[in-house]
């Protein structure tokens, strides 16, 4: 069974600019959270979605969005962008909404603000 | 809010030690504690957890321990390897539809 995937993987954008992040869950997982990984705030959670609705927020800007697809797959879109927002953008799906289920990570999307 | 330190930073071990780090927590309502791996240009891999009706779990050379009245989760690693060598990550709480929180993370170094 593949993985979670994400893409691009990297990616390089100016201040001022948006930029838009795809998570492609593992087969029949419905659950998908983002995570924002800096080396100075480590790993921060962005939000989780679940039958394409918000279920969480983490504190973050609302320069931040998402939104999720019938068929699980989810988009984060970042607008204004700022250098501060250079990171590793991480997706991560488990197979439902709750603590009872794991969550596996994607590789990453690697975005550069200059 | 939801808070997990994780101790210590960096850990540098001889290969075939064992290394343990350690992470406390504050949410008592807490049932979830994952443990994961990542290794550099990799996204973390989830390689054990733990719920709360359990005090031990083991897989192979991996084991986690929680406490749940001192409110801290060790993860023990023995007979390291350098393959072992990587950051690693604990997280929680993960209440019935709560967020995962992430440790600050140790760096593992394990010297052939």
């Known amino acids: 069974k593949a993985g979670v995937t994400q893409t691009p993987r990297y990616l390089i954008k100016t201040r001022g600019q948006q930029v838009t992040l795809s998570c492609s869950p593992i087969?029949?997982?419905?659950?998908v959270s983002w995570y924002q990984q800096t080396p100075g705030q480590g790993l921060q959670f962005l939000f989780e979605?679940?039958?394409?609705?918000?279920?969480n927020k983490g504190n973050f800007p609302g320069r931040f969005s998402g939104r999720q697809f019938s068929n699980s797959r989810s988009e984060m879109n970042v607008s204004t962008l700022e250098l501060g927002d250079s990171a590793l953008y991480l997706c991560?799906?488990?197979?439902?909404?709750?603590?009872?289920?794991?969550?596996?990570f994607g590789p990453g999307t690697r975005l550069t603000v200059t | 809010g939801e808070n997990v330190e994780q101790h210590p930073s960096t850990l540098s071990v001889q290969e075939g030690d064992s290394a343990v780090i350690k992470c406390t927590y504050s949410d008592s309502a807490s049932n979830y504690f994952p443990w994961y791996k990542q290794e550099l240009g990799k996204g973390p891999q989830l390689i054990i957890d733990i719920r709360s009706n359990v005090g031990e779990k083991k897989d192979q050379r991996i084991a986690v321990t929680l406490n749940k009245t001192a409110k801290h989760f060790s993860l023990h690693i023995t007979e390291t390897q350098p393959e072992d060598s990587a950051v690693y990550f604990c997280?929680?709480?993960?209440?019935?539809?709560?967020?995962?929180?992430f440790g600050q993370g140790t760096i593992l170094t394990v010297h052939p």
């Open positions: 087969s029949g997982h419905r659950s």
């Open positions: 979605y679940f039958s394409e609705t918000q279920r």
């Open positions: 997280a929680g709480p993960r209440t019935s539809y709560g967020k995962l929180t």
């Open positions: 991560a799906s488990s197979l439902e909404w709750g603590s009872s289920y794991e969550q596996y």
